[in-house]
């Protein structure tokens, strides 16, 4: 199992368009993806799951991937982070 941990640095945090974001990227993988924030696991690739995380900006989110491309899955989500979701 791979993870690592991200911030959400964009001032409107994970909205609908973020949340598309990172489903997108995580269903191109094999790996079961998860995302994990305040000890509540969710579906990385489940666009209810990730909007229910109601990850505001400053949160800490845990993206867990495990599966033959788990080392690429998390490197690609933690890329749609690091980018803020395309927003300024």
Do not use: C, W, Y
């Not at 001032?11 to 990172?22: E, F, Q, S, T």
């Not at 790996?31 to 900006?57: C, F, P, Q, W, Y």
């Not at 490197?75 to 927003?87: H, K, M, Q, S, Y």
Request: hydrophobic share 45%; no cysteine.
């Amino acid at each position: 199992m791979k993870e690592k941990q991200v911030t959400v640095t964009n001032p409107l945090g994970v909205h609908a368009r973020p949340a598309a974001m990172i489903v997108q990227t995580a269903t191109r993988f094999k790996s079961e993806v998860s995302l994990v924030k305040d000890g509540r696991t969710v579906n990385g690739k489940s666009m209810l799951g990730v909007m229910t995380l109601a990850a505001e900006m400053g949160s800490v989110i845990t993206i867990r991937a495990e599966g033959p491309d788990e080392a690429k899955a998390v490197d690609a989500i933690t890329r749609v982070f690091e980018i803020r979701f395309g927003e300024r």
